[in-house]
């Protein structure tokens, strides 16, 4: 009796722990009770290594780039085109003087969407005659990253460069100490305006902005990215943007010491960090092979799983591929995505396909670069992982990133921060040699306009459409790949154009901001 007495309340033991732990484990492992349609697929479908989709063009691609020299104008600076940025004053038709009240803004999204908006809030102050407080940088969804605008620009110097157009406080006045993002998120206030349309014009901001200004002493504009209008605007707020993109904007130190270690790893290759096995193989059969020019390029390879999603396209991965992505893209966006009305092969032939790494690397080596080139890898996360990427460095061996060129020291200053690594990437981008996007976005937009501002250098912009086409075309040889490819890109190496209706100033900073000689 008393021994089933002690069976029973073991019994009883072991399922009261069993129960615990079965409760416990949503917290200790949510990934694993998230519906089960929605993340199995998605994990096996990245789990598999996907298969070469344009093998005759890769094989056709390493024997000819065996023999084949560079073109001689591949490493060529772009020529003089006219251009520079204005240095001449103009007479300020919204004067300098007493501030009106203090202005707040809370950007969202990645880095350089933030730095856009950054450029427009000053721009703001400067039509209502207001102070600005610094931006202050909402936490990505994605990427998780609390970085302070501090911890990214040089405040002080940001300060320094306006001080003439606009004043410029860190943090807001005591007698509004209350005027924080919290106090926004938990109610609605009168101090603040979340009404702001996209591409709004100076008039808005005079006509529904300003009277709380005066009212209240201090406005707080959220959301507020694009907020701003490009077109119609006086020349003054135009050029006050462009200065603060290109001149008032600079990283914090640390981040510019990493950045520029990794550029004079890059230029001097004897000095990387981590050379592994395969990297002193390599050396050793191919002899010669680190001893390049100093030249590189940087490319974003801008295929993230989210990307790879709302694209609707496929990559390769077959049915189980397809599937998760698609179940990936009603969780995220509920099935509100245009691109899924359509094939796979309308999407490429309109250009609507982020290229893969193995895309990206026949459109590099179509171009003339081979496998002695120097290039930098700069991206966050690629959707399917080294299994990808793997394709892009067969044919690209000296191909880097920040973990094979950094320090153990700089790899722990960057961890759990993508705004910040996102910025050394960028000042890597902006002193590289050439620089090319995988496809169109915020970081490409951006380095295009500063390239073409301060230093005249090549940025490959890809021709969508047109490689969309090339690579539907399973029977093309690797010639006519070739010609098509080079001859559809040779106005698009960042030469200067001038900025038409509605586009960004960020991106097209002539002629608003710069002069002809």
Request: glycine share 6%; hydrophobic share 40%.
């Amino acid at each position: 009796m008393k021994t089933n007495k002690m069976k029973f309340q073991k019994q009883i033991f072991q399922g009261v722990f069993v129960g615990v732990v079965v409760l416990m484990l949503p917290l200790l492992h949510p990934r694993l009770f998230t519906p089960l349609g929605n993340e199995m697929p998605s994990i096996f479908s990245e789990w598999n290594a996907p298969k070469a989709r344009h093998t005759a063009l890769l094989e056709a691609a390493s024997k000819s780039r065996l023999m084949d020299k560079e073109p001689s104008d591949l490493w060529s600076p772009l020529p003089n085109q006219g251009w520079q940025p204005c240095t001449e004053s103009l007479p300020l038709s919204i004067p300098h003087g007493k501030t009106r009240g203090y202005v707040q803004v809370f950007l969202e999204g990645g880095l350089n969407q933030q730095r856009m908006g950054i450029c427009d809030a000053v721009a703001v102050a400067k039509v209502l005659n207001a102070t600005l407080v610094v931006p202050h940088f909402d936490m990505n969804p994605v990427w998780q990253d609390s970085s302070s605008f501090a911890d990214i620009f040089d405040v002080d110097h940001f300060i320094q460069i306006l001080k003439d157009d606009v004043t410029i406080l860190k943090d807001v006045p005591r007698e509004y100490y209350w005027s924080t993002r919290q106090y926004y998120a938990t109610g609605i206030r009168p101090t603040r305006v979340k009404t702001a349309p996209v591409h709004a014009p100076v008039a808005w901001y005079l006509e529904n902005v300003l009277p709380v200004l005066e009212s209240y002493g201090i406005v707080a504009i959220a959301p507020f990215s694009h907020r701003l209008a490009f077109d119609n605007m006086p020349v003054e707020i135009q050029r006050l943007r462009c200065k603060v993109n290109f001149q008032a904007l600079v990283f914090v130190p640390y981040i510019r010491s990493i950045g520029d270690a990794l550029v004079s790893r890059l230029r001097s290759p004897s000095h990387s960090i981590q050379e592994t096995d395969h990297r002193k193989f390599q050396t050793e059969a191919n002899g010669d092979l680190y001893k390049g020019s100093g030249k590189f390029v940087v490319l974003h390879l801008r295929f993230d799983k989210d990307m790879a999603a709302h694209s609707a396209c496929d990559f390769g991965g077959g049915r189980a591929e397809m599937l998760a992505l698609a179940k990936y893209r009603q969780v995220l966006w509920q099935g509100r995505v245009l691109n899924s009305q359509f094939s796979d092969e309308e999407l490429r032939g309109q250009g609507r396909c982020p290229l893969t790494p193995e895309e990206i690397g026949l459109l590099l080596a179509a171009l003339g670069f081979g496998n002695r080139t120097r290039l930098y890898l700069a991206s966050h996360k690629v959707y399917g992982g080294e299994a990808r990427i793997s394709i892009l460095r067969q044919l690209f061996p000296l191909m880097e990133d920040k973990k094979s060129l950094a320090t153990e020291e700089q790899l722990k200053q960057l961890e759990g921060k993508a705004s910040i690594s996102a910025a050394v990437d960028y000042h890597v981008s902006m002193q590289s040699d050439i620089f090319i996007s995988a496809s169109p976005g915020n970081m490409h937009n951006a380095l295009a306009g500063q390239r073409a501002y301060n230093y005249h250098k090549k940025t490959i912009r890809p021709h969508m459409t047109s490689l969309g086409q090339l690579f539907l075309n399973r029977s093309i040889d690797w010639s006519d790949f070739q010609h098509m490819v080079r001859t559809g890109h040779k106005q698009r190496q960042g030469q200067l154009r001038l900025r038409k209706e509605k586009q960004s100033i960020y991106t097209y900073p002539a002629p608003d901001c710069m002069c002809e000689l």
